[in-house]
């Protein structure tokens, strides 16, 4: 899960990027990237490296980066060892010089990768999937001329491409291309703004990116839809190849800032959504629990928590106090970071806690590293009692595109009963989301909920090579912690 943004017609292009990605460093702390052009010379620019957007650049070399177009990424790596080799965006100079940046998995990465490396027509350089896909789109591209070039390369990578993904494209000299794979997991939105009587278009992750920038007539790129935006102020919008929407239920419970909107449903109205619902099944199924206080695992759960107290009328503390020089430990790539991440991250409010029965809300449920230090910490604060609140229901199977859970063994849920899950997490009661809850406070059955129910809107015929090369890359990463 990246984040990614776009521009073109900007005479602040590099500024803008660097802004767009700061609002959307909560989706990757790997590593960061941008690339421009300038189109009236066709130079290329670019500045890429390990690290968080504030850390990779600064003053200097956002100036350097001249030009009215170009894309930038922020990192959170689902394959590859995390070296500097697989900071994004790509580039190749040939045919006219093309720049890829993506959010997303694709699943038949591994066979891809093969099938270049024994046909021997490329030389990758990494071992990021990025670069494949950036592969079968310039090889394609090369093939037409005009717009069909552009969207015909869109369309090869819908056929040969398995997977959930957004992108952004830099096409050297001509503007910016924008597409979604055929389900539309990933997001990604576009907007647009007048500067100067010209129009600005740019693309992003997620609209709070471009909001906050001016942007507006914010709209969610369709399921297949390619849309290119010229650096003149032209633009072109096509369905290339769309099959049933399935979007990432997951964007809305975590990954997602609340400021922002997906879908056209703002993710802050869901979430206390979410905590309604799960308000009334705790009415519902559980009316004798006693409950002296309700608090949020900080920061995502927030709206949850607040909503579900206000329902079941008990008072909503913040009895959990987040370190914030400490980023997000869920999306960190290997588990050994996560555990010592853990250890840092949150402290308790022990006069909220002492004494009473609390309801811990969380957003998820992952690999339960995070959950199992929280009811510890609360029941060494001198918590009566622990209940435990998930906004999401058990994730009993893996994610293939672009949630770095892919094996089913990393997983607390797989396998076991809630009861089970409870009682590893030393909990005195778990409660779950279920699957119809969520869809009601979402309001739409249009979603991908592989990672409940392991109903996937693709083919998943080589998920088990892809988990194989995931694994092997986190040990490397472990390795060297």
Not at 62 to 76: A, D, F, Q
Not at 124 to 145: G, P, R
Not at 163 to 188: C, S, T, W
Not at 199 to 218: C, D, M, P, R
Request: with cysteine; net charge neutral; aromatic share 8%.
């Amino acid at each position: 899960m990246c984040g990614i943004f776009g521009v073109a017609g900007s005479k602040e292009a590099s500024s803008e990027i660097y802004l767009g990605l700061m609002h959307l460093q909560h989706r990757g702390q790997d590593a960061t990237g941008i690339t421009t052009c300038n189109v009236e010379s066709g130079e290329v620019y670019r500045v890429k490296d390990v690290g968080l957007v504030s850390e990779v650049f600064n003053e200097e070399n956002i100036n350097s980066l001249k030009g009215t177009i170009g894309i930038g990424h922020t990192r959170y790596p689902t394959v590859g060892v995390g070296d500097r080799g697989e900071v994004q965006p790509f580039f190749v100079k040939k045919p006219d010089g093309l720049g890829l940046a993506f959010n997303g998995n694709i699943v038949n990465y591994p066979l891809l990768k093969k099938k270049m490396k024994e046909e021997g027509r490329v030389y990758l350089t990494s071992n990021s999937d990025a670069e494949v896909m950036l592969q079968i789109f310039a090889d394609e591209y090369e093939k037409s001329t005009g717009m069909d070039s552009v969207f015909n390369a869109v369309k090869k990578v819908h056929d040969e491409v398995i997977g959930g993904y957004a992108v952004i494209m830099i096409i050297a000299e001509k503007g910016i291309l924008a597409f979604k794979d055929q389900n539309g997991i990933r997001p990604l939105v576009m907007g647009e703004k007048d500067v100067n009587g010209k129009k600005s278009y740019a693309f992003a992750s997620e609209s709070i990116a471009l909001t906050i920038q001016g942007y507006n007539n914010i709209t969610d790129l369709k399921p297949g839809e390619a849309v290119f935006a010229g650096n003149n102020g032209d633009i072109q919008r096509r369905i290339i190849d769309a099959d049933k929407a399935a979007s990432c239920v997951f964007e809305w419970v975590y990954f997602s800032t609340v400021e922002s909107t997906i879908d056209g449903k703002p993710v802050y109205e869901i979430r206390k959504k979410l905590g309604q619902v799960l308000a009334e099944k705790i009415t519902r199924k559980w009316p004798d629990l006693e409950i002296d206080a309700v608090m949020p695992v900080p920061d995502t759960s927030r709206s949850a928590a607040n909503s579900l107290a206000k329902v079941l009328g008990v008072p909503y503390e913040e009895g959990l106090i987040k370190n914030r020089y400490v980023g997000r430990t869920f999306i960190m790539p290997a588990q050994k970071m996560r555990d010592n991440a853990v250890k840092l991250k949150l402290k308790p409010v022990e006069s909220v806690i002492k004494g009473k029965n609390v309801m811990i809300v969380d957003d998820s449920i992952v690999r339960g590293t995070t959950s199992k230090r929280i009811v510890k910490l609360a029941h060494d604060s001198g918590a009566k009692k622990v209940y435990f609140v998930s906004t999401f229901p058990p994730i009993t199977s893996p994610c293939f595109y672009g949630i770095d859970f892919q094996r089913s063994e990393e997983l607390i849920a797989s396998n076991k009963t809630i009861d089970e899950v409870e009682k590893e997490l030393g909990a005195d009661k778990l409660i779950y989301m279920d699957v119809g809850g969520l869809e009601n406070a979402l309001g739409t059955k249009e979603l991908c909920t592989g990672c409940l129910t392991e109903k996937y809107p693709t083919s998943t015929k080589h998920v088990k090579e892809l988990a194989e090369l995931r694994r092997e890359h986190q040990a490397k990463i472990s390795e060297g912690c």
